[in-house]
């Protein structure tokens, strides 16, 4: 992700999800040298975006999304697996996020790659939705 990238990286977040990051937000992760900020391409669009955080031996998935037209196409699947393999090349041993308890298609995406469920923040989004504590071993 570059910084050119942010507006149509922010209107996909703001799509995404029911509190999204602002464009100031992603700017602060693409100058934070803990973040590893990525887009997926396709047919020279911006279709996906991952934002990452290395914590110690750790890898935690900050943010995720797919834009609507491209979605089930396996973009979601491949931003995942090149952060984990990523990860692990620069020596993580685990993998952390947080999901909504109702984000059906992102905790099958997950539960698909190999995150299992650990734990459970109660009422973390907006101060009603459980956020569901998921990690991978790298
Ligand atoms: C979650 C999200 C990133 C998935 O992206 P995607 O590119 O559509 O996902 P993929 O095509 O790689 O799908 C991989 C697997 O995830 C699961 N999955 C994805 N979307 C799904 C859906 N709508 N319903 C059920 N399972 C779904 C399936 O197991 C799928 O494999 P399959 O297509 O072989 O059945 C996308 O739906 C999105 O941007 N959602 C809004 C933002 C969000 O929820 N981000 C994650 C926050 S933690």
Redesign the pocket.
Known sequence: MAFADVAEVASIEAL??ASPWSEDSFRIELRNAAARCRVALCDGRIA?FLVAWRVLDETQVA????HPD?????????LVSEAMEEARSRGSSAAR????EG????R??YE?MGFVSVGRRPKYYEGREDAILMDKKI
């Open positions: 995404s999800t996906g943010e995720l999304g797919v491209f979605r089930r196409r396996g973009l979601g699947r491949l996020l947080e999901v909504r984000n059906a298609a992102a099958r995406l698909s």
